[in-house]
């Protein structure tokens, strides 16, 4: 695979990290310390890229104050001859965060870029240049492709614990110098407020950097937003999101635990309990802290397809918003499921138009794993198996007309990726193991948590015939990430075979499992 070597990556963070001294983690617990305010305008959380195609990329940044967004980009780090874009005016309205689209890009090249945030009234003055840099996608097959997965931060109270190094996994990642990284959903927990110190089994304390915001569960917008803020306390995390674009998908913990469309809450931590109040909050920070294209459409939808040139398209899906209610699960006929009649659709036809060599799903929750939704002392179903290993109910329904679709109009290269469990695993599903069996076999890997709670295996369903070829979960649940367990996994497609890998990693980078499949099969 012939990836260019990530060009000056001391310089790229050292670039991006000289604005956030006021953003330090501090040595002491404590709260994260406010901005200074001098004369101009900082950047101080940092940049970032998002949703980052063949010749076009989304760039991201927070003032300290109202600012004009200006975005330099350059073949080399000396920013010789930049290309000037003008991006928008970041105010109170988007707490003072915006995004920025570059088009006309090179494929397949390195580009710097340097954000500089100019005073409204005065453009000459402007702050300290934030730079970083991103990988526009190859549109030569021969370069291959490399990505990183994982999700699950800041959950069950674990935070940035400044002992252990903050969120180290993300150096890991940054390492393997990936194209991009895919969070699978999970980015803050709204719903899981972070305490000063946390005791642990063996009599040790783990610390935790506290905000105010995440003293309790997230209601107002404001606390939101300071959500989406903390884990931008991270220098790791910063440092990564400088130099690794991301694609970002979201499931239940950005709004809270569980949730579904028109749900009204029993939880008394929450004096907000209608969960569509909640997540419209929830929907509007998530727009500002992240560079999402389809975020700035007029229906504002996650779902969405990232075209990643010849040899992969990812198909990032929606489980959340558009879902039913959660209930049992094992109704004969289910027109809405997990996705929604016109986001199944969409996935349909973007599948059956596809080109690519791979096709990625990148789904926020499993599909042959039991994940129960017990919060209302209720056996309801979180996810789409539902534990009767018979013919499809409830939401499988939809999975098996989608499977049904991939076999039948020959769709090749499928593989689905997610998080959720908390844990790691590959799982195989077959027909011959199946009581469905209108499908062509596919793998499904999960990997995470990136920095969170890791918790036992979930039991798998025999409807699709899964079965786990590889699995690393502790035995009881909530284990700290002190004690490890903490994943991630990759992906690597070469650019002259075609094989895709896939290695499912521990936070050090160590190989636990490795998986190669070959292109242009319907099934694998």
Known sequence: ?????APGRRSVLRGSLAATAALSL?????????????????????????DVTTDSGLVWVRSDRPARMIVETSATESFRNPRRWRGPLLGADTDFTGTTRLRGLPSGEQIHYR?????????????????????????????????????DLAGQGWGINPDLGGYRIYDTMAGLDPDFFICSGDNIYADGPISPTVPLPDGRTW???????????????????GNFR?????????AFNAQVPSIIQWDDHEVTNNWYPG????????????????????????????PISTLRRPDGRVYRTQHHGPLLDVFVLDMRTHRNANSPDDQSTDPV???????????????????AVWKVIASDMPIGLVVPDTGDGKPNIEAVAQGDPGAPLGRELQIAELLRFIKHRRITGTVWLTADVHYTSAQHYQ????????????????????????????????????ERVFLKAPAVANVSPAEGYQFFGEVDIDGDSGELTVRLREQDGTVLFTQVLQPGRVGQ
């Open 431 to 466: 027909p011959s193991r199946a009581a469905f069996t209108d499908f062509a076999p596919f793998w499904e890997f999960v990997s995470g948590p990136l920095n969170a709670g890791s918790f036992p295996a979930n039991a798998l369903d025999g409807t699709f015939g899964p």
């Open 26 to 50: 501090p040595t002491a617990l404590g709260t994260a310390p406010a901005f200074a305010r001098s004369g101009r305008p900082e950047a101080g959380w940092g940049v970032q890229t998002g």
């Open 207 to 225: 610390r935790n950097i506290t905000t105010e915001e995440k003293s309790k569960v997230a209601e107002t917008l404001a606390e939101f937003r």
């Open 263 to 290: 749900e009204i809450l029993g939880d008394a931590r929450y004096t907000e309990k209608s969960v569509d109040v909640l997540a419209a909050r929830a929907r509007q920070a998530f727009s500002e802290y992240y």
């Open 115 to 151: 954000v500089l945030l100019a005073d409204p009234d005065d453009p000459r003055r402007t702050g300290e240049p934030v730079t970083g840099t991103f990988r526009t996608a190859s549109a030569r097959r021969r370069d291959g492709v490399r990505f990183v997965w994982s999700g």
């Open 1 to 5: 695979m012939s990836h260019r070597p």
């Open 230 to 238: 903390y884990n931008l306390l991270d220098e790791n995390l910063r």
């Open 337 to 355: 499921g997990i996705l929604g009649r016109e986001q199944l659709e969409w996935l349909k036809r973007e599948l059956s138009r596809s080109r």
